[in-house]
Nanobody, 115 residues
Framework: QVQLVESGGGLVQPGGSLRLSCEAS????????MGWYRQAPGKERELVAA???????DYSDSVKARFTISRDNAKNTVYLQMDSLKPEDTSVYYC?????????WGQGTQVTVSS
């Protein structure tokens, strides 16, 4: 089993920055990929960014060049640095961890971009 605890969401003005953190515990040695999805009201959940254990990254086109995902394997923590935030980035952001067997999800953290 893997448990995920997210932090760092909140309210920010357009053009501002936030950093999300997600700490994994439990069977962390089984995790291959960690990342973030987001889901806004009335919309489907979409992949934002992902990072492998080896450090390879993938981003949604909508956040490329604005968001940066990173991972500290020693702390079992993944970070999402979000810069140049836009109102359309407003969403609940969910951390996930993928193992060979299944995907685990965090509880979600709200990010609101508004003036």
């Amino acid at each position: 089993q893997v448990q995920l605890v997210e932090s760092g969401g909140g309210l920010v003005q357009p053009g501002g920055s936030l950093r999300l953190s997600c700490e994994a515990s439990g069977s962390t040695s089984t995790i291959n990929v960690m990342g973030w999805y987001r889901q806004a009201p009335g919309k489907e959940r979409e992949l934002v960014a992902a990072i492998t254990k080896g450090g390879s990254t993938d981003y949604s086109d909508s956040v490329k060049a604005r968001f940066t995902i990173s991972r500290d394997n020693a702390k079992n923590t993944v970070y999402l640095q979000m810069d140049s935030l836009k109102p359309e980035d407003t969403s609940v952001y969910y951390c996930y961890a993928r193992t060979v067997y299944r995907i685990y999800w965090g509880q979600g953290t709200q990010v609101t971009v508004s003036s």
